[in-house]
């Protein structure tokens, strides 16, 4: 049967906070093609690689400026399981990012960004199935970035940079989002936060930066997180979260270096930074109404509102040791 | 595949100075960790349910109840309210990563705070339908808003454990205030959230319906199972 591989990008949302609807990242997979032969086998594995090619563009139609760099590839091997299935093993490398993505980037480029790629199962295994790739572009020249991938297997061409899906992005002042480190918030299980809510990040150099809570961002890791931009060698760094107005900050933690983080991230061991110190979130306590099988459950009586207030008038006089 | 991701836990006072605990350990699928000395570093390895306890001599035992999840390149720890209900207020879990620095994990830092060993202990009855009465009182209700009268008082503090034992489900439950709004569901499950359940054990009674043996008698509100 004729059949032949592509690649699909299903699109990754930053989800910003904001009322439009932008994606900073794609996860990738497979889909075959009805024409064509692969040079991939079933049950032997072939060579293959992976190539993320960019093109930034001033507008969506009809663009005056357009600048077209490589970006990364991924090496490995690839092998049909199935009729239907194919399996990408990249090799201990994964991403590489390819040098004139920096070398050709022009003077402009100066603005770094993170574009997340993750790798579908079972169509890859990769020892990191997540991983951010560092783009360098300018935002003021450019509003957008398309990108592509090339699927080479054996050595050939298997779907070329036309012939796979492409990742549209939109460049904004927040996506893809810049460099730095990430504060996530376990955001309350059955509460909203309050629209008011901001976050506080006071470093030893320098103004507090203020995170209104539109500006946190939903990785899909159930977290609510927030981005400090490039946090500095030496720096440290005290966060206070503010619920409503009326609320003081709690605080997250006091005096972290985040840079820690980066060269963690970077393959420094994982030291036990020094303590959060933190105060929990907190949140009013107002009793809401009982759920209606509450009422009828175990009879029908419940106390009186007379015997709940003669009841918490005994209890309140229990000394507290 | 997410990479091994480190889970620091701090165990603070009230007041953020340092609070020394004679053994943390972290249980996942594969067993548990023990510590017994500050750093309290522990590796996030699998996907799955885990738990967290911290004893100290004189002090309550807290067993928390946590998941862990893949999440891209690392793993995220977070409450499990299945288990708990309600995220604890005496803990703050934060998850602290990097954007496109490098492929390596982020982390989790996880601060306990502990405040000194108090324990409130209630106890509801089951009022029996009998010939005295009716029976049916709702006397968990007492207890709901006994926890709510101490919240809102400020009479405890976000580690003071409050101890429930209640007849008629036969259940002793221990709790810790939550940081959701206080809201109640009915029993034997009590709090849908505001509270953190840290333990439930005890047997659920056998006989309830006067009919049944063993039943204790008209005009008893009894709790034998306790």
């Known amino acids: ?91 201990a490398n994964g991403w590489v990012v390819a040098p004139e993505a920096d070398d050709q980037a022009p003077d402009g480029a100066t603005s770094q960004r993170a574009l997340r790629f993750e790798l579908e199962s079972p169509d890859f295994e990769a020892a990191v199935s997540s991983q951010d790739l560092v783009v360098r572009l300018d935002p003021v020249r450019f509003r957008f970035l398309e990108l592509r991938t090339k699927l080479e297997i054996g050595g050939s061409t298997e779907a070329d940079f036309d012939v796979n899906d492409v990742l549209d992005v939109a460049i904004t002042a927040s996506t893809p989002p810049p460099l730095g480190a990430t504060i996530g918030v376990h955001p309350p299980l059955f509460d909203s936060i309050p629209p008011s809510a901001k976050l506080v990040v006071t470093p030893s150099e320098g103004d507090p930066i203020t995170f209104p809570l539109s500006s946190g961002i939903d990785r899909g890791d159930g977290l609510l997180s927030f981005l400090v931009p490039s946090p500095k060698p030496g720096v440290l760094y005290t966060a206070e ?69 003669s009841f918490d008038a005994q209890a309140g006089t229990v000394a507290v040791a | 595949m997410a990479q091994t991701t480190p889970l620091q836990v701090d165990l603070t006072d009230l007041n953020g100075g340092a609070f020394s605990a004679d053994k943390v350990t972290f249980e996942t699928a594969t067993g548990p960790t023990v510590l017994t000395a500050a750093p309290f570093m522990f590796d996030l390895t699998a996907a799955g349910e885990a738990s967290l306890t911290i004893e100290k001599k004189g002090r309550h035992t807290f067993r928390f109840e946590l998941n862990i999840a893949a999440t891209g390149k690392d793993f995220t720890v977070s409450i499990n309210k299945k288990r708990m209900l309600d995220a604890p207020r005496m803990l703050t879990l934060l998850k602290l990563g990097t954007v496109g620095k490098g492929p390596g994990p982020g982390r989790n830092q996880l601060t306990v705070r502990m405040g000194r060993a108090r ?108």
């Open chain 2, 119 to 226: 324990e409130f202990l209630l106890v509801t009855g089951f009022d029996y339908p009998s010939g005295h009465g009716p029976g049916g009182m709702q006397f968990h209700l007492l207890a709901t808003k006994r926890m709510h009268t101490l919240r809102a008082a400020k009479l405890i503090d976000d580690s003071t454990v409050i101890t429930w034992f209640d007849a008629k489900s036969g259940l002793r439950t221990r709790w810790v205030m939550g940081r959701g709004a206080e809201a109640t569901t009915a029993p034997p499950a009590m709090w849908k959230s505001g509270w953190s359940l840290l333990s439930r054990d005890g047997t659920a009674p056998t006989t309830l319906q006067p009919n049944d043996a063993g039943y204790p008698g008209p005009g008893v509100n009894g709790m034998p199972e306790i």
């Open chain 1, 241 to 309: 979260m503010t619920l409503s107005p009326a609320d003081s900050p709690t605080l997250l933690f006091q005096d972290i270096e985040l840079n820690q983080l980066v060269l963690q991230s970077n393959g420094a061991s994982a030291a036990p930074l020094s303590s959060l110190g933190a105060d929990a979130l907190l949140f009013d306590s107002t009793p809401q109404a009982a759920d209606a099988e509450e009422a009828v459950q175990g009879g029908p009586d419940g106390p009186t509102d007379q015997q709940l207030a």
């Open chain 1, 1 to 91: 049967m004729p059949r032949s591989l592509r690649l699909m990008l299903t699109p990754l949302p930053s989800n910003t906070g904001g009322g439009r609807l932008l994606f900073d990242g794609a996860r990738l997979s497979f889909a075959l093609m009805g024409a064509g032969l692969s040079k991939a086998s079933l049950g032997s594995a072939t060579a293959g690689k992976l190539s993320l090619r960019m093109t930034f563009l001033d507008r969506a139609r009809a663009p005056q400026d357009i600048e077209e760099r490589a970006l990364a590839t991924m090496a490995g091997s690839i092998v049909f399981s199935g009729d239907s299935a194919a399996v990408f093993t990249s090799d």
